[in-house]
């Protein structure tokens, strides 16, 4: 990489306007600038807000309106054009392809990766009555926690994570879904009352990651987000992302999966060992396909549980329900 010539610079970044979306991309700020005053780089930095079409539609079911990077288009075309210097995303909604001259500059340390319930009464999905009312509108969430409790009555239930919680109360749920991330980076990890295992329901491809895009030939920021790319989550989000890209799913469809990084490979500095579960699963909970593998090539690694699970059948789960 070309290194970059480092003078005074407004670097305009833009995000979404939820509450998270808001919170978190103020935190990678706070990150950057850190390290850009570290580094004696003279960055300021300011928020763009960019409505994307999934905030236009919050009120509709998601896996209804389909298609890919619905959180993220409108953003990476203001990259595109110059209107932004880099984007914060939820790695979790990101698409596998990114659009030519774009880039991932940095994955930042990823938080924790699993789901969790905010329930009515306290307690897990083991304290949940016979037959009780969970919202969660994520296919993979409602095949995995199906498959976990029959009885459960999944319902759909949209919106940011505070209308969510609130439609605990207000509509009479037992139970929400919600990323343990997304509770945890708006200070709100006191509303948890239980994590799932991942065992028991395996997190969306990169959840609790963040994704910082860039353009490809802004050798300033890649230098700059460089420093804020941890190595473990980058390992074993992109074993994950490659799973993803390979079974060409977007985040509504009953995918999940999880890498974890292992022990580094003796006399291979640098290389480590990867374990990683992948899962594909029909909406009710009736067929459930996984696969656990090891590898240290994380690309590699995200192919051979697709293909595994392809030889299985996920193929076919897939085009049933449109994936
Ligand atoms: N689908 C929306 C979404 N995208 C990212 C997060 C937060 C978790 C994360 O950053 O992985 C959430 C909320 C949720 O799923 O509860």
Redesign the pocket.
Known sequence: MEAGKQGKRVIVVGTRQSA?ALT?TGQVIDELARISEEHGFDYTFEVKKIVTKGDRILDVT?SKVGGKGL?VKEIEQALVDGDIDLAVH????MPYELPEGLMNGAIPKR?D?R?CLVTREGGGLDALPLGARVGTS?LRRSCQLKHARPDLQLESIRG??DS?IRKLETEGFDAV???????T?MGWQDRISANIPVDVCL??V?????GIECRETDAQIRELLSLLNDNETELTVRAERSFLGSLNGG?QVPIGAYCMRGEELEGQSGTYNLIMTGMVGSPDGAVLLKEVMQGSDPEQLGKDVAAALIARGADRILADIGG
């Open positions: 998270l978190q998601l959180f939820s790695m979790k909604d938080v990766p789901d994520s940011n994570i969510r879904v919600l990323a343990s991330a997304g509770l980076r997190p969306a990169g959840q609790g990651a963040l985040c």
